[in-house]
């Protein structure tokens, strides 16, 4: 069974742009999980998305946002970059919502803002 | 809310030497633990959970850890490490109640030397 994969693997955008981040679970798990990653926050929730619906957010502004499609592949958006953005995007699918399930990840997407 | 430390920033071990890290958690009762391990540009990959009952849980890879809920730990433990095992491990808390996400630890970078 193939895992999870994020498109792209790199990206480099200048700020003031919008980034659009790609995920596409494992097959039949109907949960996507979004995470950001940076060396000075570590690892940090964004979003979650369980059949097209976002069940969690974290605490993040507005200008993060995502949806899932009915295939339950993911994307997330990021308007109006700031250099702050700059870091790595995991996403992470499971079977179902809820904590009961064990998060399987992607390689991640890494992003530069410049 | 939930939190996670985990004071060892990097550790360095020898090849063949035994391991432990430690992670520390608060929360009002007893969380849902987790251990992942993050390679260079990789993705996550969970080594071990603790839902409930037995407070030793093994995990993959040969690796090990014990739920002390005296002392609100849950450390990472194994008996002989192999140079594979050079990474980043982070220890992750999830609420059983409520509708919170997995809170992760800052890591702990582990380098082997020969």
């Known amino acids: 069974k193939a895992g999870v994969t994020q498109t792209p693997r790199y990206l480099i955008k200048t700020r003031g742009q919008q980034v659009t981040l790609s995920c596409s679970p494992i097959?039949?798990?109907?949960?996507v999980s979004w995470y950001q990653q940076t060396p000075g926050q570590g690892l940090q929730f964004l979003f979650e998305y369980f059949s097209e619906t976002q069940r969690n957010k974290g605490n993040f502004p507005g200008r993060f946002s995502g949806r899932q499609f009915s295939n339950s592949r993911s994307e997330m958006n990021v308007s109006t970059l700031e250099l702050g953005d700059s870091a790595l995007y995991l996403c992470?699918?499971?079977?179902?919502?809820?904590?009961?399930?064990?998060?399987?990840f992607g390689p991640g997407t890494r992003l530069t803002v410049t | 809310a939930q939190s996670v430390t985990q004071p060892d920033i990097h550790i360095t071990v020898s090849e063949g030497a035994s391991l432990e890290l430690r992670c520390n958690y608060s929360?009002?009762?007893?969380?849902?633990l987790f251990w992942y391990v993050q390679s260079p540009g990789q993705g996550l990959q969970l080594l071990l959970k603790y839902f409930s009952g037995d407070t030793l849980v093994q995990g993959i890879k040969g690796f090990e850890a014990e739920f002390k809920r005296s002392q609100s730990s849950f450390n990472l433990r194994k008996p002989s490490v192999h140079w594979s095992d050079a990474a980043e491990y982070f220890c992750?808390?999830?609420?059983?109640?409520?509708?919170?996400?997995?809170?992760f630890g800052t890591g702990t970078r582990l380098t082997i030397i020969p």
């Open positions: 992470a699918s499971s079977p179902s919502t809820g904590r009961f399930n064990e998060q399987y």
């Open positions: 929360y009002g009762a007893t969380p849902y």
């Open positions: 992750a808390v999830g609420a059983t109640f409520g509708n919170e996400k997995l809170t």
């Open positions: 097959s039949g798990h109907r949960s």
